[in-house]
């Protein structure tokens, strides 16, 4: 009988040992599933993350696409102001030899008509004319654009 003890207590002690392995390789186990379930939510949130780069992306180039023609329009707008801008100060240096030309010429008249004795007011209509026109020409000021080139 002690002998079929010592076999039953030995058959326990292997049996338990075999447990106890069978306990690791399943903990083994269940950690690898969970760690498999982990790495599938981790994917889930990449692929989402992706997504959302991607439509970020999208977005990116449909501002860099209009920034570009913005820029165009801008540089367009710039050049044809700056070539105004040039015909204007070209038209009122005209405008200012003429004026100058037209004085002296007024002023000439102005002496012919003292010289005859007769009345200013034949001329008066051209010298308040050329009056008007001078200070036309000094309210146009371009100080507003005194960035440009020219």
Known sequence: M?????VARFLAKEEKTELKSERVELGIIDDLKKDIQNAKNEL??????????EKDNDVL????GEKADIETKLNK???????????????IKD?????TKSKKTAQ?????IEDLGLSQK????????????????????FGFLDDLPF
């Open 122 to 141: 034949v001329i008066a209509p051209e010298l308040k004319e050329i009056e008007n026109i001078e200070q036309k020409l000094k309210s146009l000021n």
């Open 108 to 112: 000439s008249i102005k002496k012919q």
């Open 61 to 64: 180039n449909k501002y860099i």
């Open 95 to 99: 405008t200012k030899a003429l004026l």
């Open 44 to 53: 889930k949130g990449a692929e989402n993350l992706h997504k959302a780069a």
């Open 2 to 6: 002690n002998t079929h003890r010592a």
């Open 77 to 91: 707008a710039s050049k044809e102001r700056n070539s105004t801008v040039k015909f204007a100060k070209e038209t």
